[in-house]
């Protein structure tokens, strides 16, 4: 059964970088992986999303090495404002189709410190 | 203008009783999805349906009861709550890829 693992919790302070990574061994060919920010109290929130290789927006980069067993969501620069809890998702998510199977992982508590 | 919104925000009941959420997009998606996130954070999908018809229904007591009645609507039931069903439901929908969560509903089961 798929299955995505990522840290439980990390660290950091005000401009770092921060990487966050997460394992998708059995990743399908048509799985995408996707990674959301939650803050306290509210819904979760789309952050990025890719299939292979590279993709940059205006908040992040995801990184996808060629066999896809993992990604890395790499976020510039944090500011205090992106403590948050991050979570990978995995799955055929362009295809609304019959007994689409998305696996969401547990969740990286990121605290950003002055 | 809200995108996914939920009522109520919080129910406080009692055991045994029974309950529903109302979910509902304005955003013309044909996807909608329940989940539950426990105090853990442990994000759980429940159901999703793809206009109007269930395409995901892990593992869930069959006191959870989802209905779709049109598109922008997916309401969630739960007969005979318990304890364990304390805990916060978030509805999101989709069209491709992205997903949209409303802002969840805190439940409580006393």
């Known amino acids: 059964l798929a299955k995505t693992t990522q840290p439980i919790s990390m660290d950091s302070y005000e401009g770092q970088e921060v990487n966050i990574t997460c394992s998708h061994n059995?990743?399908?060919?048509?799985?995408?992986i996707t990674w959301y920010q939650q803050f306290p109290s509210q819904g979760p929130r789309f952050i990025i999303q890719g299939y292979k290789t590279k993709v940059t927006n205006e908040v992040a980069s995801l990184f996808i090495p060629a066999d896809r067993k993992s990604s890395t969501l790499s976020l510039p620069r944090v500011s205090l404002s992106d403590t948050a809890v991050y979570y990978c998702l995995v799955g055929d998510t362009l295809n609304a189709g019959n007994n689409r199977k998305l696996i969401w992982g547990l969740g990286t508590s990121l605290a950003v410190n002055p | 203008d809200t995108a996914v919104s939920q009522t109520p925000k919080y129910l406080v009941t009692q055991m045994g009783n029974d309950k529903s959420i109302k979910c509902e997009q304005n955003l013309g998606h044909d996807t909608m999805y329940w989940y539950k996130q426990d105090s853990k954070k442990f994000l759980k999908i429940m159901f999703s349906y793809n206009n109007k018809e269930l395409i995901i229904n892990e593992t869930v007591p069959n006191r959870f009861s989802p209905k779709s009645p049109d598109k922008a609507h997916l309401n969630l039931h739960i007969n005979s709550l318990e304890l364990g069903d304390s805990a916060v439901y978030f509805c999101?929908?989709?069209?491709?890829?992205?997903?949209?969560f409303g802002p969840g509903t805190r439940l409580t089961v006393l």
């Open positions: 999101a929908s989709s069209q491709v890829g992205t997903q949209y």
């Open positions: 059995n990743i399908a060919t048509n799985d995408y």
